[in-house]
């Protein structure tokens, strides 16, 4: 008895030998991060993201006296512009934003300017709940590898919702809209090009029409732009004139999307999130036979993350954020249907029974898709590749 | 003990003068009559011995009262009462608050100011009315309420700019009588300018013409 | 106390300057932050080089001239039909809501009212046996008519009132009566005597209408085209842009949008000298038109722009009536005219951030219309009567926002400011001062000086005149200058975005942000909330004098 207590004791501290001094560090972070006001520069178009925010400071403010306040931005660009701003006036220290909801073109933008604090990721306790293997979704942000500058919290999966009453037979591929759209002209659109949803509807069309792929996982060059492009314009050229509206006029983004498929103008809308369907049938914002839908190749997926920004006048407090977000608690409650419905970036395989418990618990409905309907993922082209395709499209299509 | 002006000139601010040189002595208890056509500066005279002219307008020579020079006082503290052809009584207060805003400060506590209002409103006829919205009185009742006003500020001389001008033919011996029994009462030095002959008549006094 | 004008006037007119001068840095390359220091023409060479930047400036000014030449054109006649019948402080009360309401707002409620979803299609769906939406593009249509309707709510009651208040300065029934009995109609005696006789007054307001109509952003946003969009609209894509070497371009931008509202005001005045010259020999021509029916022609045309006013005021309160019903809906799908089932949802899950909204918005809005109140009344008593350089005032009025708000963001972080309430409050100053000095100039101004002397022939000096005559006096444009104070803080969006940084979240950042969102209920609460604080500061406006001044008729009289 009293040997096995020694021997558990001993295992004990030799695990623990490694963690301590990280303990010790992490607490001086904690000391200083108490009753700090962390603003959170964060896209404000979805209430209930909004809403779980609001939960993530009372839970932080709570176990570690660290409030959140959300910035609601229209346009993540806001806050790298603010950022810039900022450092263009020499303020070089206490900077207004404190952490971003960014990914992809944000956050190239903001490495390559030497605009972010960290590297910090590894240092977060939580991390541990994180596969950060150099090819790990959670590693690689738009290609670009993350290098520690930016934390996961929350995974996107591209989808298609359909209403199953109007539109029972969505399309099952990417040319297939094509056809789709032509038996049923005007009903459906995307997101304008200059909002992300928009530019990943059409990087959805590139991955599935490209000659070849895997040249979109290089950064792009006007050779290698060209030939990868070819196809999805024609494709679009023969989708456009069936859009709503000949696709003259498009949606701001897909939450104006997702309420034209509400009012009926439209059947077919897309997400970043696959639970939001569901969530949004329970909150009265789509009609109840809204279903997701995906095409047969799989698609799109990325993690969103945040990033602190070199000047930020609340790092502490940003990064014990940061590390909340990734706690099994926060991933769970995020994962809550009645919540947000985002799917966990946390490794399944690292975490344990009790943790893997509050996953298992969450409730289900019938517009939910099970993870194993999505089909594959499939990688994001290089960041390159979507700001050539947003300045493509504008000068081809903008009157 | 009198207004005196003397050698007063007004300069307007294109440099013509409208007021040339005019001297006067208004002595206590008399009216004297400024006449002349319109435009010709009779306002801006009595705007200059009250102290309200008009920027850009200029004074020079000298106007006394009682002695004092009042040319480098402010209007508030020349006492000094001017009636105009309307009333002017204060839209937002009571008759009795308007009388109450002239009365002499001098006369201190709440109730032996009181009693001098009422006193003057019944001198005017206007007994009960304190609580009145000056706006539902006549225009007879008004005109004497003005007056009143004026009186209990105890100003040492009174300017009248045309105070009869609309009232009816009826009303207008009364209030003429009004006025100028009560300055005479109390002994003020009183300049009227007006452009109707009959108001001069009614005042008895000096009558200067500017041309 | 002399200096007060002169100090103020500076305060007013260094930041729209710095702010162009450090927007134009930008626009001519200069922008050290991306390691650009020398000066060239390049980001102007981009900004040309852009897509759809030509369709967007002629958006602009299609959208913005014909809403505020239509907009002119029916708030005369709608004042000119009404004559007789509606006295400015009545006029006022009736167009209060249109005025109090912030554009944002408006432009939500009338999006749901344009769209081939919206009430309107609603209720014709029952006669067009409609059971999906028409296709119909009727909001952000490509030629911005449905933004050009929205403004045009805004801006008729606006100039309505400015009309009457200058109406009020001119001998309005003799002219009338002596042109009548000269034999010409009602409009051509509007047209020929009253709209010269007015015009000085109306010249500023209507070049702030211009300025605004060509280079709004928040309408624009959510009713205008979205490809290409409106320049205003274009230039904020262009600064926030993820490529940030854009920030140049969108400068460039910026100047040209400046620029834009400046060619439309050149435009404006050349049209007005033109006409000068050119009145005086049409009126000598004496032309009376067609025997027996006298102006046929020109009272045509004035009564239909004032059925197509009555029309555009009726869509203006259906809209705000939109953002109601939608705060409380739950679902409202098409064709039903009224939700299918009701919820207090949007208003109970949003409370904790509207709540803070609401706190933010009516603190700004209250300590900037206070303090601009008494700012005016320093101004006006220290100010001559007439100032020459008066019109400066309106001058970060006659600049478009987006010329000198970025530079001057710049500016307020160089001089250490924080983005705060304080950096939002200044800010905002810029507008709510200017709209306030000149609320409350004409009726300072028409105090009979009489009175004044008269108060001094008392033994009052300069302060209890000040406090026991002329304000009193005021109270009721005192009360509704500050109304318009906290009208024009709580509708300001583009200053609160940029110089607060987004932190300062007010009604409508918020309302504008969640507008691109996907829940048009809480989009609702947001915009109702916003309509309805400066309503009850109006309310306010209009009840206090009057249970004030209940026993003075020269002063009462907002419920007669």
């Known amino acids: ?399 | 003990m009198s207004l005196i002006l003397e050698h007063v000139t007004i300069t307007r601010p294109d440099g013509a003068k409208l007021i040339r040189g005019l001297t006067l002595n208004v002595a206590p208890g008399s009216v004297t009559t400024v006449m002349g056509p319109s435009g010709i500066g009779k306002s801006t005279l009595l705007d200059a011995i009250a102290g309200s002219l008009a920027p850009g307008f200029a004074l020079s020579g000298r106007i006394t009262l009682n002695g004092r020079d009042l040319t480098a006082l402010p209007p508030e503290r020349r006492r000094i009462g001017l009636m105009f052809q309307d009333a002017l009584l204060f839209p937002h207060l009571s008759l009795a608050g308007n009388l109450a805003f002239g009365l002499d400060p001098r006369i201190r506590g709440r109730a032996a100011r009181a009693q001098a209002v009422d006193e003057a409103l019944a001198e005017a006829g206007l007994a009960g009315l304190g609580l009145r919205d000056p706006a539902t009185l006549s225009g007879g009742q008004r005109a004497r309420a003005a007056l009143m006003r004026t009186l209990l500020a105890a100003p040492e001389a009174l300017l009248l700019d045309e105070p009869f001008g609309k009232l009816d033919m009826s009303l207008r011996d009364e209030i003429q009588r009004f006025v100028f029994d009560h300055a005479a009462a109390r002994g003020v030095p009183v300049l009227l300018v007006s452009h109707d002959p009959q108001d001069a008549a009614a005042a008895g006094g000096p009558v200067v013409a500017l041309a | 106390m002399r200096a007060v004008p002169a100090l103020l006037l500076a305060a007013l007119v260094a930041p729209v300057v710095l702010g162009l001068w450090q927007t134009g840095r930008a626009a001519f390359g200069i922008m050290p932050a991306l390691g650009r220091e020398t000066p060239s023409l390049e980001p102007w060479r981009q900004l040309f080089a852009l897509p759809g930047l030509g369709g967007s400036i002629r958006l602009s000014l299609v959208s913005g001239l014909g809403a505020a030449i239509l907009s002119l054109l029916i708030a005369l006649a709608l004042v000119q039909a009404l004559q007789g019948r509606l006295s400015a402080a009545r006029a006022a009360r009736w167009l209060a809501p249109f005025l109090a309401v912030p554009h944002a707002a408006l432009a939500i409620g009338m999006a749901f009212l344009l769209a081939p979803s919206g009430w309107i299609a609603r209720a014709l769906a029952p006669l067009m046996d409609w059971t999906r939406p028409p296709g119909a593009a009727s909001v952000n249509d490509p030629w911005g008519m449905a933004l050009m309707l929205g403004l045009m709510v805004k801006e008729i009651p606006f100039l309505m009132l400015v009309i009457l208040a200058a109406l009020g300065q001119v001998p309005l029934a003799r002219i009338m009566a002596m042109g009548r009995a000269l034999g010409y109609g009602p409009g051509a005696v509007w047209l020929r005597l009253v709209l010269p006789a007015i015009w000085p007054m109306l010249r500023l307001p209507f070049w702030v209408v211009l300025v605004y109509s060509v280079s709004n952003v928040d309408m624009a946003i959510i009713l205008g085209p979205a490809n290409p969009p409106v320049l205003g609209v274009a230039v904020t894509r262009w600064f926030v842009s993820p490529d940030l070497a854009m920030i140049l371009p969108a400068s460039a931008g910026a100047i040209l949008q400046a620029g834009l509202a400046g060619a439309v005001i050149a435009a404006a005045w050349g049209a007005e000298r033109l006409a000068a010259r050119l009145g005086p020999a049409w009126l000598a021509r004496g032309g009376r038109g067609p025997a027996g029916a006298p102006g046929w022609m020109a009272g045509a045309v004035l009564r239909l722009a004032a059925m197509a006013g009555l029309v555009l005021m009726a869509a203006g309160l259906l809209a705000m009536a939109a953002l109601a019903i939608w705060s409380l809906a739950f679902r409202w799908p098409f064709p039903l005219i009224l939700p299918e089932a009701w919820s207090l949802n949007a208003w109970s899950m949003t409370a904790p951030g509207w709540r803070r909204a609401l706190m933010t918005s009516v603190l700004l809005a209250g300590t900037t219309a206070s303090l601009s109140l008494a700012l005016a009344v320093a101004w006006l008593q220290a100010a001559p009567a007439r100032m020459r350089a008066e019109w400066l005032i309106l001058l970060p009025l006659l600049v478009p926002q987006i010329g000198f708000l970025h530079g001057l963001n710049v500016v307020f972080l160089r001089a250490g400011l924080q983005a705060d309430l304080l950096a939002v409050g200044m800010g905002q100053m810029l507008f709510v001062f200017p709209y306030v000095l000149l609320s409350l100039s004409g009726p300072w101004r028409a105090v009979d000086p009489r009175l004044m002397r008269t108060a001094a022939a008392l033994g009052a000096g300069p302060w209890r005149r000040l406090v026991a005559v002329r304000l009193p006096v005021l109270l009721r444009p005192l009360l509704t200058a500050w109304a318009i104070g906290i009208a024009v803080s709580v509708a300001q969006y583009l200053p609160t975005l940029y110089l607060g940084a987004g932190r300062v979240a007010t009604l409508t950042t918020e309302a504008v942000t969640l507008a691109s969102g996907s829940d048009r209920r809480v989009s609702g609460v947001y915009a109702s909330l916003q309509a309805l604080v400066p309503l009850l500061a109006y309310a306010c406006a209009f009840v206090i004098p009057a249970w004030w001044h209940r026993d003075r008729r020269a002063l009462a009289g907002a419920f007669r």
């Open chain 1, 1 to 399: 008895m009293i040997s096995a207590r020694l021997l558990a004791l001993a295992l004990g501290l030799s695990l623990a030998a490694p963690i301590h001094a990280q303990t010790k560090d992490w607490q001086a972070v904690l000391d200083e991060a108490r009753g700090q006001n962390v603003f959170w520069h964060a896209w404000g178009g979805d209430a209930r993201t909004n809403a779980f925010i609001e939960w993530v400071s009372a839970q932080t403010s709570q176990r570690y006296g660290v409030t959140v306040t959300q910035v609601k931005l229209s346009d993540t660009a806001e806050a790298v512009t603010r950022v810039l701003s900022e450092k263009a006036a020499g303020r070089d220290e206490g900077g207004a934003v404190d952490l971003i909801w960014i990914n992809g073109p944000n956050f190239l933008a903001m490495k390559e300017q030497g605009l972010l604090h960290g590297p910090f990721v590894a240092d977060l306790p939580n991390a541990r709940y994180l596969d950060l293997s150099p090819e790990a979704p959670a590693s690689v942000d738009f290609t670009v590898p993350v290098e520690g500058m930016e934390s996961p919290w929350r995974l996107a999966r591209f989808v298609f919702v359909h209403d199953s009453e109007r539109a029972p037979e969505p399309p099952r591929s990417m040319a297939e809209f094509v056809t789709w759209a032509e038996a049923n002209p005007g009903r459906m659109t995307h997101p304008a090009v200059s909002n992300f949803m928009g530019a990943t509807f059409l990087k959805q069309a590139l991955v599935e029409l490209a000659p070849d792929p895997a040249m979109l996982q290089e950064p792009a060059t006007p050779e290698t732009f060209e030939t990868a492009t070819a196809p999805l314009w024609e494709w679009y050229d023969a989708l456009r004139p069936n859009l709503w509206r000949e696709g003259r006029t498009l949606p701001e983004n897909q939450g104006v999307q997702q309420q034209l498929l509400n009012d009926g103008e439209i059947d077919i809308a897309m997400s970043f999130d696959p639970a939001s369907t569901a969530a949004a049938i329970a909150e009265g914002l789509l009609p109840d036979t809204a279903r997701v839908f995906v095409t047969e190749g799989g698609m799109i997926g990325n993690v969103s993350f945040v990033a602190i920004p070199y000047n930020a006048a609340n790092k502490a407090g940003a990064k014990v954020v940061a590390d909340f977000l990734i706690s099994p608690e926060a991933q769970a409650h995020m994962q809550d249907i009645t919540v947000l419905g985002s799917f966990s970036v946390l490794d399944p395989a690292r975490l344990d029974a009790e943790a893997q418990a509050l996953f298992d618990a969450l409730p289900t409905a019938e517009a939910l898709p099970r993870l194993e309907d999505l089909g594959p993922t499939l990688l994001e082209p290089h960041a390159s590749w979507m700001t050539l395709l947003t300045e493509e499209w504008s000068r081809r299509y903008t009157q």
